[in-house]
């Protein structure tokens, strides 16, 4: 909505401004063209346009706007008022009071406003909040005092016909004030962009310099030839192309932010996930080497004493051999459900093979062997996925197809037939979710209710 709105303002200012230039050109007002005035309402909104498209929160883009369009009445009063224009007496009224005051915002709002908020819409520092309450203060009141208060227009010989005799008492009261007022605080708006040169650093020195130095040689030609083009023309481009530049440093800088947190949280994941796999390692290695080692010993010391025990205890002692070999079954079991020796010898799919048997159909289409940390992201991947088919889907056939991809990366398609995951999320999911992303992998989740499940991942050699 703000960029439509700015979108309309800025159409509207430079219609109206390229009218005035027409009507000027026809009544032979040439010296008009002369004036910044002229030629504000064209360049302010199409810079004040581009800056709300790039930041709508800055106020820098709104101001200009306002000068615009302060600057395109101003300019239709001027061609009414003392051009050779047929207009109703109405219309000939409303442009003679805006005449008297209409000029005044657009120089307030260039001289002041936009020197104290130029580049990123905020004051240089809290300090600065007086003098920003001071110009706007000044603007609103000047304006008003001029629209009611002053007897004449543009042409001395045009009455204001809105004059109102309290307003210009107090005019006549106050305006040598606030006509001291303005150039004070126009130095402390230049002041503003100084403190922006001397104190700040990056983007923020380089714009204020940049508006400095274009100000300057816009007065400078104005003074000597009495040309305001560089000021009415090139000054708010170069506020907008100023502006464009910060912005982009800007986004550039965020991106490079972004960047460099997405690294360190893929970083992050990619040692919780080392750290677990070392884990599992190492609780099958003490399984390995020590309660399997002592459960064998048992089992064979077990299987000597019935040999030589006396029949009413060789009953006894091959219950318990029976028991301590189940019981080294499952745990070899365990052992190898926690890192099975398969995936560390032999790859993803003969250890797929090896721990699901004939209830699953595989292909494997891998070829080489990915690192041993791809191997092991896939394969438990792939496992939570053929446990959740078989334990929350109801599935009946699964199967399993591994494959290369065009880029070099390891994938995995796990289909099955069951009723459908209830959601995208838990059932080990966020766990193989986390795997995958901890080395620069994807994974993609379909489920259809009554239709099955189609789990897919991705992993590449290196982090992309």
């Known amino acids: 909505?703000?960029?439509?709105?700015?979108?309309?303002?800025?159409?509207?200012?430079?219609?109206?401004?390229?009218?005035?230039?027409?009507?000027?050109?026809?009544?032979?007002?040439?010296?008009?063209?002369?004036?910044?005035?002229?030629?504000?309402?064209?360049?302010?909104?199409?810079?004040?346009?581009?800056?709300?498209?790039?930041?709508?929160?800055?106020?820098?883009?709104?101001?200009?706007?306002?000068?615009?369009?302060?600057?395109?009445?101003?300019?239709?009063?001027?061609?009414?008022?003392?051009?050779?224009?047929?207009?109703?007496?109405?219309?000939?009224?409303?442009?003679?009071?805006?005449?008297?005051?209409?000029?005044?915002?657009?120089?307030?709002?260039?001289?002041?406003?936009?020197?104290?908020?130029?580049?990123?819409?905020?004051?240089?520092?809290?300090?600065?909040?007086?003098?920003?309450?001071?110009?706007?203060?000044?603007?609103?009141?000047?304006?008003?005092?001029?629209?009611?208060?002053?007897?004449?227009?543009?042409?001395?010989?045009?009455?204001?016909?809105?004059?109102?005799?309290?307003?210009?008492?107090?005019?006549?009261?106050?305006?040598?004030?606030?006509?001291?007022?303005?150039?004070?605080?126009?130095?402390?708006?230049?002041?503003?962009?100084?403190?922006?040169?001397?104190?700040?650093?990056?983007?923020?020195?380089?714009?204020?310099?940049?508006?400095?130095?274009?100000?300057?040689?816009?007065?400078?030609?104005?003074?000597?030839?009495?040309?305001?083009?560089?000021?009415?023309?090139?000054?708010?481009?170069v506020i907008a192309a100023v502006h464009a530049n910060h912005v982009h440093g800007q986004l550039v800088q965020q991106a490079a932010f972004a960047t460099e947190q997405a690294e360190t949280l893929r970083a992050s994941r990619a040692r919780i996930t080392q750290a677990h796999d070392n884990a599992r390692r190492r609780i099958e290695r003490d399984l390995h080497d020590g309660a399997q080692q002592a459960l064998l010993a048992l089992s064979v010391g077990l299987q000597r004493l019935a040999g030589k025990a006396d029949p009413e205890v060789r009953g006894d002692a091959e219950h318990l051999l029976r028991l301590s070999r189940q019981t080294l079954t499952d745990l070899r079991k365990l052992a190898s459900g926690t890192y099975p020796s398969a995936l560390r010898e032999l790859g993803v799919g003969p250890a797929l093979r090896e721990a699901v048997g004939n209830r699953v159909h595989l292909t494997d289409g891998f070829g080489e062997r990915p690192h041993q940390e791809i191997e092991a992201a896939l394969y438990f991947a792939c496992l939570e996925a053929i446990t959740n088919a078989h334990k929350h889907a109801d599935a009946y056939a699964v199967a399993v197809h591994l494959d290369r991809t065009a880029e070099g990366g390891f994938r995995f398609r796990v289909t099955d037939d069951g009723i459908g995951l209830v959601s995208a999320v838990g059932n080990g999911i966020d766990g193989m979710a986390d795997r995958l992303g901890a080395r620069g992998g994807t994974l993609g989740i379909q489920s259809t209710p009554g239709k099955g499940t189609v789990v897919t991942g991705v992993v590449y050699d290196a982090p992309r």
């Open 1 to 237: 909505m703000q960029k439509l709105l700015a979108g309309i303002l800025a159409l509207g200012a430079a219609a109206l401004g390229a009218a005035n230039l027409a009507g000027a050109v026809d009544s032979h007002l040439f010296e008009a063209l002369r004036s910044p005035d002229a030629w504000i309402p064209l360049s302010a909104a199409l810079a004040g346009w581009l800056v709300v498209q790039l930041a709508p929160a800055n106020a820098v883009g709104w101001l200009l706007l306002g000068s615009a369009w302060s600057s395109a009445l101003f300019g239709s009063a001027a061609v009414v008022v003392l051009g050779d224009v047929g207009v109703p007496a109405s219309v000939r009224d409303v442009a003679a009071w805006l005449g008297t005051w209409a000029f005044l915002p657009s120089y307030l709002i260039g001289f002041l406003l936009i020197p104290l908020l130029f580049p990123d819409g905020r004051l240089p520092s809290q300090v600065w909040r007086p003098v920003l309450a001071a110009a706007v203060a000044l603007t609103v009141v000047e304006s008003a005092l001029l629209a009611f208060g002053s007897r004449t227009s543009i042409d001395e010989d045009v009455t204001n016909p809105w004059q109102l005799s309290a307003v210009s008492a107090v005019l006549e009261a106050v305006e040598p004030a606030i006509w001291i007022s303005m150039p004070v605080l126009a130095v402390l708006g230049v002041a503003s962009l100084a403190h922006r040169i001397v104190v700040r650093r990056g983007p923020h020195r380089l714009a204020a310099t940049a508006l400095a130095a274009t100000a300057a040689a816009g007065l400078a030609v104005l003074l000597m030839t009495g040309q305001g083009l560089v000021l009415g023309l090139l000054l708010p481009v």
